[in-house]
């Protein structure tokens, strides 16, 4: 089992509210990865980084931010959430490439702003 | 034209059955496929991973690539309903270097008792 972890799994909220979704791992991986999915539809890359103080933007543009100040933590923050941003929001995280490698996902927060 | 594609199902077959999933990607270049597994409320995890054309086998399990077509495909054997879930093909992202994956849609699969 994958070392890890997202909170909340479920969050609703109004709209204009800034919200913060967390991601740690315990496993010492440099590279990690927010991913978002909708039902139905592709999970996007809106974020990743290559370690400490690295943050990249995804094939998928996102208002959304995020930090990496230590290895173990890649927090996702929005700061005025609106309606269109309610999805599903996957972490992950991996070591070496992903082509031959794997992401590790953690199993998701569920976002739904009203 | 997107990098991967397949359909999204359902797929429902009777446990005991052989199951096929497939997808197809766009750019010829590519040489590493994988598929992941997403059971319902979980994040997905790695199934396999191929490279280049040709079959891999891991238990019940074979992913099989085909280069000439662009054309990925998973089977499973003797199918159980601990199978039924999404089942998501991906290969490496090729845009302006950036890190990651590029998945599929995902194809639901469902096992019948």
């Known amino acids: 089992e994958a070392d890890i972890y997202q909170t909340p799994r479920y969050l609703v909220i109004g709209t204009g509210k800034k919200i913060t979704l967390e991601c740690s791992q315990t496993?010492?991986?440099?590279?990690m990865y927010w991913y978002q999915q909708d039902p139905g539809m592709e999970l996007h890359l809106i974020h990743y980084?290559?370690?400490?103080?690295?943050?990249e933007k995804g094939d998928l543009s996102s208002e959304s931010t995020v930090s990496r100040i230590r290895t173990e933590h890649f927090p996702l923050t929005l700061e005025s959430a609106r309606p269109s941003h309610t999805s599903q929001y996957l972490c992950?995280?991996?070591?070496?490439?992903?082509?031959?490698?794997?992401?590790?996902f953690g199993e998701g927060s569920r976002l739904t702003v009203l | 034209q997107k990098e991967v594609e397949q359909d999204p199902g359902p797929l429902s077959v009777p446990e005991g059955a052989i199951v096929s999933l497939n997808c197809t990607y766009s750019?010829?270049?590519?040489?590493?496929f994988m598929w992941y597994r997403q059971y319902s409320r979980k994040g997905p995890e790695l199934l396999m991973y191929?490279?280049?054309?040709g079959n891999k086998e891991d238990g019940r399990f074979t992913a099989q690539v085909d280069k000439s077509s662009k054309y990925i495909s998973l089977f499973i054997r003797d199918s159980q309903p601990s199978d039924s879930a999404t089942y998501l093909c991906?290969?490496?992202?090729?845009?302006?270097?950036?890190?990651?994956?590029?998945f599929g849609k995902g194809t639901h699969l469902i096992i019948q008792p």
């Open positions: 992950a995280s991996s070591t070496g490439w992903v082509g031959t490698g794997e992401l590790f």
């Open positions: 496993m010492g991986h440099d590279k």
């Open positions: 980084s290559y370690g400490v103080n690295s943050t």
């Open positions: 750019n010829s270049a590519f040489q590493y």
């Open positions: 191929t490279y280049s054309s």
């Open positions: 991906a290969t490496p992202l090729a845009r302006g270097g950036a890190d990651g994956l590029t």
